[in-house]
């Protein structure tokens, strides 16, 4: 029997409202992450601003930002490396940070989800399917966090 990626049964349950009003485009999809929690992480272009969506199969548990639209709450990050780069986005929730990060280097890759508070980091979970897309969006409109000295704390792979 074929294994159902948490991911499209994320990305099903996110569209219900988007299939009632047929003129409104689905979001664009930016980042897709299957997670070894059986849980995933979607985020999706919405108005410009990128939008993440956590949850299991049928159920999203957590959607940021909270205000929707607020982009001062969503950051990005870019960071190079020998033969290589990453990119990752981070959303701040109170005292919380959620940073989606994908990025490749001679010979490996990485791409997942990682979660702080403050500036510790308290859980970190690499994607078992999925990351970044192939998209033309690279976070032009926000934040970015070498203008804030952030990405010494959220940018690197550790």
Known sequence: MKRISMIAILL??????????????????????DLPNEKGVVIRLKDNVPTYYYGSIGQV?????????????????????AGGGSLYYRFINGNFSYVV?????????FTG???????????????????FLNTNYRGEN?????????????????
Not at 20 to 33: H, K, S, T, V
Not at 64 to 73: A, F, H, N, S, V
């Open 12 to 33: 099903a349950a996110m569209s219900v409202a988007t299939y009632a009003q047929a003129e409104i485009p689905d979001p664009e999809l930016i980042f897709n992450c």
């Open 61 to 81: 548990e957590m959607t940021l930002p909270r205000i929707e639209g607020d982009k001062t709450q969503v950051r990005v990050g870019e960071m190079t490396f």
């Open 101 to 109: 990060y994908s990025g490749m280097g001679r010979g490996w890759e």
């Open 113 to 131: 989800l990682k979660v702080y508070q403050g500036k510790k980091r308290i859980m970190k979970r690499e994607c078992t399917n999925g990351g």
């Open 142 to 158: 926000l934040v970015k966090e070498s203008d804030t000295g952030d990405d010494d704390t959220y940018g690197y792979a550790d």
